[in-house]
């Protein structure tokens, strides 16, 4: 991966990384759909077939729903299709929006670190707990996801803010495919 020097935009490695890191989101999150979809029928298939049930299967099935959750909110953030107000970009000149998008990414890093360092707090809580998920593993491994995935969106959030510092004040600030 070679930036050229000539390039319009001077934060080819910072989109790369992220467009790169995006990419390893959507193929956990496939993962983790067919995880979802293949354990849903192989409970139907255990209940109706067999007259058994996996007692495991509703405690995986909602940690897989909160880990899809958390690789979607990174996967949006990456692509910068969060939720988010954009009333400042609607009223203040189109000069002023990059900046107040880069004051809006600075608060939105310093409340997902917070998050995470929460995240963080109550995994430690967690791993005082014996719960299984499965045979020996321990439930607070399915929680590893709440902290880690604040940390990847801020990851994502802090590229943001280096693309949105290194782009030239004509560089639009729109998502590929995003309407004007």
């Known amino acids: 991966m070679q930036i050229e020097k000539n390039s319009p935009n001077g934060n080819a490695l910072l989109q790369d990384a992220n467009a790169f890191l995006g990419k390893i989101e959507t193929g956990f999150l496939c993962l983790i759909i067919a995880m979802m979809i293949g354990l849903a029928i192989l409970k139907v298939v255990m209940r109706y077939v067999f ?7 509703d405690i995986m099935l ?6 899809l959750c958390f690789f979607g909110a990174a996967l949006a953030t990456c692509e910068r299709r969060h939720i988010s107000i954009d009333v400042l970009s ?22 997902v670190a917070i998050l995470a360092y929460y995240g963080f707090l109550f995994l430690a809580d967690e791993q005082l707990s014996e719960a ?5 593993v321990p439930l607070w491994w399915a929680k590893t996801i709440i902290p880690y995935g ?3 969106i801020g990851i994502h959030i802090a590229l943001q803010i280096g693309i949105n510092l ?3 004040e004509d560089t639009p600030d729109t998502v590929e495919g995003e309407a004007d």
């Not at 007259?51 to 299967?57: E, G, K, R, V």
């Open 166 to 168: 290194t782009n030239r």
């Open 150 to 152: 604040f940390v990847l």
């Open 62 to 67: 909602q940690h897989l729903t909160l880990w």
């Open 51 to 57: 007259s058994a049930s996996l007692l495991w299967s």
């Open 90 to 111: 609607r009223i203040l000149p189109d000069r002023y929006t990059r900046w107040t998008n880069f004051v809006i990414d600075c608060i939105a890093l310093v409340v």
């Open 132 to 136: 299984v998920l499965i045979g020996s």
